[in-house]
């Protein structure tokens, strides 16, 4: 059994930076990935790492969004900088033990999923 806990969320000012955990239990993860959904949509990739260090993002938040991973911690960290207000969402972290490469940006791939953690960006 998989367990995701995320934290790390929280309200901050447009142009801040936020540092998102997510602290995983359990065996067989392949990748860890971190997705988000804002009031009204769906739940959308923002970052993935799998188990060799690769990682992988949305295209437009490559450069302001920094996916890693400290396996001594089991945890994998989004750090989120230069934040805007369309950032605000619930940030989910998502865990998968078998995933392909043309999967890796599909919720539905991912079979494991934390509680998730807001985040809200506001002056």
């Known amino acids: 059994q998989v367990q995701l806990v995320e934290s790390g969320g929280g309200l901050a000012q447009p142009g801040a930076s936020l540092r998102l955990s997510c602290a995983a239990s359990?065996?067989?993860?392949?990748?860890v990935a971190w997705f988000r959904q804002a009031p009204g949509q769906e739940r959308k990739f923002v970052a993935a790492?799998?188990?060799?260090?690769?990682?992988y993002y949305e295209g437009s938040m490559r450069g302001r969004f920094t996916i890693s991973g400290d396996n001594a911690k089991n945890t994998v960290y989004l750090q989120l900088s230069s934040l805007k207000p369309e950032d605000t969402a619930v940030y989910y972290c998502?865990?998968?033990?078998?995933?392909?490469?043309?999967?890796?940006?599909?919720?539905?791939?991912?079979?494991?999923w934390g509680q998730g953690t807001q985040v809200t960006i506001s002056s």
């Open positions: 790492i799998d188990s060799g260090g690769s990682t």
């Open positions: 359990g065996r067989n993860i392949i990748t």
């Open positions: 998502a865990a998968a033990s078998r995933l392909t490469l043309s999967s890796i940006r599909i919720a539905g791939a991912y079979d494991y």
